[in-house]
């Protein structure tokens, strides 16, 4: 396996001229950035298909779903260099932002906080596992059209439906993990997984990088 070296300014003596794009309003408050990255000639392009298009069957994404961390924790490979599939579980709603500081609220939870475009993963999760890509995984039955669709096998037609998935295991691209939402390993282990529409959102807007 080949290193690759990245340079994030395109003065790197004078560290000038950053080259990574960053969110448009959260800024520094989200820590996913994008960069232009052109593979190398030597590398065979099988190996380099991108996360967000590994699969082109939605599933429904839910509390409780098994979920993959794919990287290097510790700086640990198998084989040629390929990673470790750290497991977990989706830990919160995927769909609704979560709140990071604030004060208790009276109905529970946090409020005054920061609300982050995110969602959490129960898991054990070790260095060098920030900036992998998190996959979901689910088993079961559902439209492959309209994941979250009430799909009943009773219903008038349900069998002639060419739309729908049948106790298949099916995977998708779900966000980038970005660290431990607490600081020690003493306290939950939740992290951090930053939702694909951030990612859409940092590519789209094109927003330059300011903050180191």
């Not at 990255?37 to 099988?46: I, N, T």
Request: aromatic content about 10%.
């Amino acid at each position: 396996m080949v290193g690759h070296r990245v340079d994030i300014y395109g003065d790197s003596d004078a560290m000038l001229d950053p080259v990574w794009l960053e969110h448009p309003k959260l800024g520094s408050d989200c820590d996913v950035v994008a960069i232009k990255f052109v593979k190398p000639e030597l590398e065979p392009p099988f190996m380099h298909t991108p996360a967000n298009r590994i699969s082109a069957i939605p599933i429904p994404v839910k509390p409780g779903q098994p979920a993959f961390i794919i990287g290097y924790p510790s700086s640990l490979s198998t084989g040629f260099g390929l990673p470790i599939w750290k497991s977990g579980y989706i830990a919160s709603e995927p769909h609704y932002p979560v709140t990071l500081g604030g004060k208790l609220a009276v109905h529970g939870g946090l409020e005054e906080g920061r609300q982050l475009p995110a969602f959490f993963i129960d898991s054990q999760t070790r260095k060098g596992m920030s900036g992998s890509p998190v996959f979901a995984s689910y088993t079961g039955r559902w439209s492959m059209t309209d994941p979250y669709e009430d799909v009943n096998v009773n219903d008038p037609g349900f069998w002639q439906r060419a739309d729908v998935a049948l106790n298949e295991t099916r995977m998708e691209f779900v966000g980038v993990y970005s660290g431990r939402a607490m600081g020690s390993a003493d306290d939950a282990a939740l992290g951090l997984c930053w939702r694909t529409d951030v990612l859409e959102e940092i590519c789209r807007s094109r927003k330059p990088g300011k903050t180191p």
